[in-house]
């Protein structure tokens, strides 16, 4: 069922523009289409063009309690200038107790487990409510990003949440969404003209140097695929 309407959504939308693609799947998905943000550069490109377009989508965006000042700067600025209403979702008080009690504050630097279950509570759990009762979930994932991106399809089935994943800006280029942002005005986090390219929690993120793969500056302590599970893939 969801690989005909997949199908069906691509040649669709084949042949528009970011602000129509947006608007299409807003109708065809009335009152259950959601977008994430986490107020990185391709994030801000949405934010605007769902501004520009008034398409009809819930944002939201999931706060960790660990990200960099500069963040929450650009949520400030964003929501002042767009007038949108951004839902923020926190993790559960106790686990976060419970986990930094048990592990520390820091632990995620000791183990790839602990990082995996930090990302758990800080970021999955409260993405699975975010998503509740959605249908279509907006993201700003680039093919660019990583190796495990090239793979990533326009519109796919999320097995992990049980919905379409939207992704609008996955063929898009670093410089064409940095043309977009200054032809726009769009507010974006200064910690990009810093070296930070992909932005997460302040003590899991790094800037990265020329050359280095685009995912380099998250979790750089460990060799892994570099991802927390809010985008695992399905071939």
């Not at 500056?217 to 809010?230: I, Y």
Request: proline share 3%; charged share 30%; with cysteine.
């Amino acid at each position: 069922m969801y690989n005909e309407l997949i199908d069906k959504l691509q040649e669709e939308t084949q042949n528009l523009g970011l602000a129509e693609a947006l608007v299409f799947v807003a109708e065809k998905f009335k009152g259950k289409t959601v977008f994430s943000t986490s107020f990185g550069i391709e994030d801000q490109v949405i934010t605007d063009a769902i501004f520009r377009s008034k398409a009809d989508v819930k944002l939201f965006t999931l706060d960790t309690g660990r990200l960099f000042e500069e963040t929450y700067e650009v949520y400030s600025r964003t929501v002042s200038r767009y007038k949108l209403a951004i839902v923020p979702y926190y993790p559960n008080q106790d686990e976060i107790q419970e986990f930094v009690v048990k592990k520390g504050i820091n632990s995620f630097y000791e183990s790839v487990e602990n990082r995996k279950e930090c990302c758990r509570i800080r970021k999955i759990e409260p993405l699975k409510k975010a998503l509740a009762g959605a249908e279509i979930w907006i993201t700003g994932i680039r093919a660019e990003q990583s190796e495990n991106r090239k793979d990533f399809h326009l519109f796919e089935y999320d097995e992990s949440f049980k919905l379409i994943k939207f992704n609008p800006l996955l063929l898009w280029t670093e410089q064409e969404v940095t043309d977009y942002v200054k032809a726009n005005s769009v507010p974006y986090n200064p910690l990009h003209d810093k070296g930070f390219v992909s932005i997460g929690c302040a003590p899991c993120t790094r800037a990265i140097e020329p050359g280095e793969d685009f995912r380099a500056g998250r979790w750089w302590w460990e060799d892994s695929k570099k991802e927390c599970g809010l985008h695992s893939h399905q071939n």
